[in-house]
């Protein structure tokens, strides 16, 4: 591919470092993904080696895009609101290989083949790909946008633990 055609690629591809937040911010816990980009973006200076994107429930066409662009990201971080038992608020990384298929909203990107391509860009396209995951609280069964309060105060956690890890140098270190 030429230099030309790397242009016409969107940011996330090119980007050294792309974080994704992912949910459903109109069924309460579920969008941490989201509120975690909303507070970075308002709060911390994005560097120029980094693509964050609130992708709601619309993960799936742009790692679709990942997995057959000539040119991808190094590390792909995604946040995610998970129920996995824990304490509500709780933040935890997860392999891609442990994403639970079962969650409320069917446009998760838990469920086939969300989950079968983060597994395709971390073995076969050479990705690091992580997960930050927040266990949530009791999901509402009707349209409630808002997070519980343990859930929101994880929101500047979970940004500082991500500028800590991934603003920094592009070398591909730090923590995730």
Same mark, same amino acid.
């Given at each position: 591919? #030429? !230099?030309?055609?790397?242009?016409?690629? /969107?940011?996330? @591809?090119?980007?050294?470092?792309?974080?994704?937040?992912?949910? #459903?911010?109109?069924?309460?816990?579920?969008? *941490?993904? @989201?509120?975690?980009?909303?507070?970075?973006?308002? #709060?911390?200076?994005?560097? $120029?080696?980094? @693509?964050?994107?609130?992708?709601?429930?619309?993960?799936?066409?742009?790692?679709? &895009?990942? =997995?057959?662009? /000539?040119?991808?990201?190094?590390?792909?971080?995604?946040?995610?609101?998970?129920?996995?038992?824990?304490? /509500?608020?709780? %933040?935890?990384?997860?392999?891609?290989?442990?994403? /639970? !298929?079962?969650? %409320?909203?069917? *446009? $998760?990107?838990?469920?086939? !083949?969300? $989950?079968?391509? %983060? %597994?395709?860009?971390?073995?076969? @396209?050479?990705?690091? =790909?992580?997960?930050?995951?927040?266990? &949530?609280?009791?999901?509402?069964?009707?349209?409630?946008?808002?997070? $519980?309060?343990?859930?929101?105060?994880? =929101?500047?956690?979970?940004?500082?633990?991500?500028?800590?890890?991934?603003? +920094?140098?592009?070398? +591909?270190?730090?923590? +995730?």
């Amino acid at each position: 591919m #030429n !230099p030309e055609d790397d242009a016409a690629l /969107p940011d996330f @591809c090119r980007k050294p470092v792309l974080i994704l937040g992912v949910g #459903n911010i109109l069924f309460g816990d579920d969008g *941490f993904g @989201c509120a975690v980009v909303d507070y970075i973006e308002k #709060n911390a200076k994005v560097p $120029s080696h980094v @693509c964050i994107l609130d992708v709601g429930t619309g993960v799936r066409s742009l790692l679709f &895009t990942l =997995v057959i662009s /000539p040119v991808r990201t190094k590390r792909l971080l995604v946040l995610d609101a998970i129920d996995a038992g824990r304490a /509500p608020g709780e %933040l935890f990384e997860i392999d891609p290989s442990d994403i /639970p !298929p079962i969650k %409320l909203d069917d *446009f $998760s990107m838990h469920q086939v !083949p969300t $989950s079968n391509m %983060l %597994l395709e860009l971390k073995d076969r @396209c050479g990705i690091e =790909v992580r997960v930050l995951a927040c266990q &949530t609280g009791p999901l509402p069964e009707e349209v409630r946008p808002g997070l $519980s309060d343990p859930v929101a105060r994880a =929101v500047p956690k979970a940004a500082a633990r991500i500028t800590k890890g991934y603003f +920094g140098e592009t070398t +591909g270190e730090g923590e +995730g």
